[in-house]
């Protein structure tokens, strides 16, 4: 029997040549004692076919951001403002229902842990069948074809023989894939990947970062990526953006980001980090020190006046303590909310 | 956003009337059941100043008369106050409630710390015996320890502790046999400590939380089952008013034609037991959530 | 100049677990979790341990403290063989070797203030008593970058970094020889594991301390280390100083492990070979060299053949037949 036939790419339902464009998201947690935004004033735009990094360290808010855009945020949380469109339809406006129609359909998540993020009781091809069921109109032996050729297409080798596994029966690496290929089995317009990597050993890690950006050239699915590692970041997206205590730090393609990092946090970051050295060259040039950003991340419900990085920032003078810094195009394409962007420490 | 373990810090800091009256609105049926508890436990400390009468002095004239103003309750067939004894009564029944869970607790803290922390055959043997324990109703069993002990207050406390042990001693174990298992304990080892030393001030600290709401919860279940042996004969004897005993003596003869011997007693029973289900229900929402942050 | 003697000498170090077949009692096989391992670390020399899961690295750090028993092989500490001491025995010597942790949260006891803690290692090994106790536990305190005040704080009052940091304390206050930093910094955020690698090196420059490092993050390993070894599937398949095993990488497996780390630049085009296949289990390695699977230049005799550590270099040593005269 022939297999049944790739849909290819969804048409899109009107608007234009985003496949995900966010604006001013802001995400708010009511707690007893008062509230605290997770994410604000959260804007880009992710364009078919791209991947859009979003850095940053833990409590940032970028996998709070994603959960926004999912209408995943968990209680006491609520999205508070904004607007987020999937190729021009606007995902806050939905009712629940309408909303779980594009889940897992038209927009995809997977999530760092693949052991937890699937059903250990049901084999790998059911979730996946049960997935493609839900969105497509198909028998349930297409949907086991189509659970089948999914499996093979993040090669995960025998998958007729895998797909009858449970998940605990396969290594952290191919549940990793397992979850991917779920995620992809009804052909989203956006894929969004919350640290896919962190967990996995690094020879692991190449193989489905390798895989991610083939599937995703082969589909034409924009890829919404979220790590804090630099290198991820550097090997995979096309534009970036650094996030501190909920809001845009920085943004940038990434060539430019790495090259002329204008904020002092995405300088920090990129300064803290140890860079594997592979050539004489670079080992010569290695530090002796890390450099390291002084302080810690404020806690959100108190942040300080001004601009929110200022009690870490080497730069920082009086009128940054006092005034938030606007965010503005520095160079083309590259925007930073900074008032003494590209400097070097003061005094 | 901020943690659990930050929000009970949070919840530290501020004033007790504050935080006492947060509690109270997030949990009211819990309240309620403290409430309750409170007012037992202040009848039985203050007995004497909120009764009139001897609760052990009978007067026949009085014998089976009504709720009035002097005998706010009435009177038994022995024409004892009732009132009297019901406040005695919650002594009694606060002393082997109290007494017989503490006791079980305590012995069930151990047996299930040597249980988890030392597994093997220690565990294996402990486990099975507690199984048999656990296997026969409560009621039984203090039934059987009570009768081969004889009836006194200080046998009704251990027959009823006894019964308990199996319990409180799963809960330690489970705890232990997770917290063993936590890097600090082995931290602990690699600075040098004895096991001992290990068990009893890194493990028994982390365990012990969980106990604090089953006690409260079995509490309940002592004052049941004292009420229940007393009303069969074993349990707490003469002199000591039980309201178990009051519902024996009373029950078959007397409940229609004076039913006050029967409802005040019944009523007592369920009052305590109640609020201290509350009062457990509750503790455990307060308390599990934070444990698992 | 004489060498002064290695802090640590390990030699043939074996752990093997038995799987054991219900109440029978009958052994299913066995887990090689580590096959025959040997290395040295002197004084003031980091060794760093680098792997993926199921390498074992984990079971060398806890088997070299003696909070795993070593199956077979000997553990020399300032060369006293510490390997089948009683436990009483073992006691001072624990003093001179340290352990800290991957996680921060769960290795430090949520009941106790972050000071008492570390009183309480003070205490049980009797170098101090009250006062002198307490300077002691403040200095230390000062030493990881932590105030006085805040030895009153329970653990969930800090973040992780700080965490971290009174683990380190803990350690320190005993004057140990030697840290094994099993994952140290894995846990934590990428800005606050440059603070906390800058003091560990700090440290070790201060007090001449000798670091057996830990970690699964390369670039964090090469910064770190003064030599390097590589484990694969219980075995120690590589072995250098830091800049000859980065720089000329001679074992297959060392050569992909460097070839997946991801670089933070985007300039940087290389063309990386992905080595494929999963990690195989323990419980069921490949015969031969365990790598044979995986191993872009494999041939008959690495199917067959356990291959040897082997000299290739002046202190760079490696396991692979490949390299073999």
């Not at chain 3, 005040?149 to 020889?177: D, K, T």
């Amino acid at each position: 029997m022939s297999p049944t036939p790739h849909p290819g790419p969804l048409p899109q339902a009107g608007g234009g040549g985003e496949a995900l464009d966010v604006e001013n998201l802001r995400t708010r947690f009511f707690l007893r004692r008062g509230a605290f935004d997770a994410v604000s004033g959260v804007s880009f735009q992710l364009k078919r076919g791209e991947t859009l990094a979003l850095v940053g360290e833990s409590g940032c808010g970028k996998s709070m951001t994603a959960l926004s855009i999912m209408r995943l945020v968990p209680e006491p949380g609520r999205v508070i403002g904004g607007t987020v469109r999937l190729a021009g339809e606007s995902l806050l406006a939905l009712d629940e229902a309408a909303m779980r129609g594009l889940r897992g359909n038209r927009i995809s998540m997977i999530f760092q842990e693949p052991m937890t993020s699937l059903n250990p009781v049901l084999t790998v091809g059911s979730q996946i069948e049960e997935a493609v069921r839900l969105h497509q109109d198909l028998s349930r032996s297409a949907a086991r074809e189509r659970a089948v050729e999914m499996l093979r297409l993040v090669r995960i080798p025998e998958p007729a023989r895998r797909a009858r596994d449970y998940p605990h029966q396969l290594s952290g690496g191919m549940r990793q894939r397992a979850m991917i290929a779920m995620a992809l089995s009804s052909h989203p317009q956006v894929l969004i990947a919350d640290e896919p990597t962190t967990a996995l050993d690094v020879t692991i890690q190449a193989q489905i970062l390798d895989l991610m950006l083939g599937l995703q050239q082969e589909l034409g699915t924009a890829m919404l990526l979220i790590t804090h590692d630099l290198g991820v970041v550097a090997e995979t997206a096309q534009r970036v953006v650094v996030m501190y205590a909920g809001r845009k730090v920085e943004e940038a393609a990434v060539e430019d980001l790495f090259a002329n990092p204008l904020h002092p946090y995405t300088r920090g970051l990129m300064a803290s980090v140890p860079k594997l050295a592979i050539s004489a060259e670079d080992f010569s040039q290695a530090a002796g020190r890390l450099q390291e950003i002084e302080g810690t991340v404020p806690p959100l419900a108190s942040l300080p006046e001004g601009c929110v990085f200022a009690p870490r920032c080497p730069r920082a003078d009086d009128r940054c303590r006092a005034v938030y810094p606007p965010y503005e195009e520095m160079q083309p394409g590259h925007f930073a909310a900074c008032w003494h962007p590209g400097e070097a420490a003061h005094g | 956003m901020a943690s659990l373990a930050e929000r009970r810090v949070d919840l530290a800091r501020e004033g007790f009337w504050s935080r006492t009256g947060f509690l109270i609105r997030r949990y009211p049926l819990g309240a309620a059941g403290a409430l309750i508890m409170v007012v037992f436990v202040l009848s039985a400390a203050f007995a004497p100043w909120i009764t009139e009468f001897d609760p052990l002095s009978t007067n026949s004239r009085l014998s089976l008369a009504p709720p009035s103003l002097e005998h706010w309750m009435g009177a038994d067939f022995m024409g004892r106050d009732i009132y009297s004894r019901i406040v005695y009564g919650a002594r009694v029944s606060l002393a082997v409630g109290v007494g017989s869970t503490a006791l079980g607790c305590a012995i069930g803290v151990v047996v299930g710390l040597l249980s988890g922390y030392l597994g093997g055959w220690v565990d294996l043997a402990v486990q099975r015996v507690s199984d048999i324990l656990q296997a026969l109703p409560l009621l039984v069993l203090a039934l059987v320890m009570s009768a081969s002990l004889g009836p006194s207050l200080r046998n009704t406390i251990i027959a009823i502790s006894i019964p308990l042990i199996p319990y409180a001693a799963r809960v330690i174990r489970a705890n232990t046999l997770a917290v063993r298992e936590l890097a600090f304990v082995e931290a602990a080892r690699a600075v040098g400590m004895s096991e001992l030393r290990i068990a009893v001030r890194h493990v028994l600290p982390n365990t012990i939380a969980p106990l604090i709401v089953l006690a409260t919860a079995q509490l309940g279940s002592a004052i049941l089952t004292e009420a229940s042996l007393s009303f069969l004969g074993l349990g707490v004897p003469e002199p000591y008013p039980s309201w178990g005993r009051m519902l024996s003596e009373s029950a078959a003869e007397y409940v229609r034609t004076a039913p006050w011997l029967v409802i005040f007693p019944g009523l007592a029973i369920s009052l305590a037991v109640f609020g201290t289900n509350l009062l457990g229900d509750a503790l455990r929402d307060v308390l599990d959530p934070r444990q698992r942050a | 100049m004489a060498e002064a003697s290695p802090v640590l000498e390990v030699a043939g170090l074996r752990k093997h677990y038995d799987l054991r077949k219900r109440l029978f009692r009958r052994a299913a096989g066995q887990v090689r979790a580590v096959e025959d391992v040997s290395f040295d670390i002197a004084e003031g020399e980091t060794l760093g341990l680098v792997g993926e899961s199921g390498c074992g690295k984990s079971t060398v750090a806890r088997t070299v403290l003696r909070l795993i028993e070593p199956t077979d092989g000997s553990i020399r500490l300032e060369g006293q063989d510490i390997t089948t001491l009683s436990r009483a025995a073992m006691r001072p010597y624990r003093r001179q070797m340290q352990i800290i942790f991957q996680d921060p949260f769960s290795s430090l006891n949520p009941r106790m203030t972050a000071g008492a803690i570390v009183a309480e290692a003070v205490e049980v090994h009797g170098i101090a008593r009250g006062r002198e106790k307490w300077a002691l536990v403040e200095d230390v305190f000062a030493q990881v970058g932590l105030r006085p005040a805040q030895m009153r704080l329970y653990p969930h009052e800090f973040s992780g970094g700080q965490r971290q940091r009174i683990c380190i304390a803990r350690a320190l206050a005993l004057s140990p020889r030697l840290i094994v930093g099993d994952e140290p910094v894995s846990a934590l955020d990428v800005s606050i594991q440059a603070q906390v690698i800058n003091l560990m090196m700090d440290l070790q420059r201060e007090k001449r301390l000798s670091y057996l490092f830990i970690a699964h993050d390369l670039a964090v390993v090469q910064h770190i280390s003064h030599r390097v070894a590589v484990m694969y599937l219980g075995r120690i398949v590589e072995q250098a100083d830091t800049r000859s095993l980065f720089l000329r990488p001679q074992h297959p497996y060392t050569e992909a492990l460097l070839a997946a780390v991801p670089i933070a630049d985007p300039r940087v085009k290389r063309s990386k070979r992905i080595v494929q296949g999963d990690v195989p289990s323990p419980i069921a390695p490949p015969p031969g060299c365990a790598f044979h699977t995986r191993c872009p230049y494999a041939f008959a005799r690495c199917k067959i053949e356990i291959p040897q550590l082997a000299e290739v270099a002046p202190g760079h040593q490696v396991a692979c037949h490949l390299r073999e005269g």
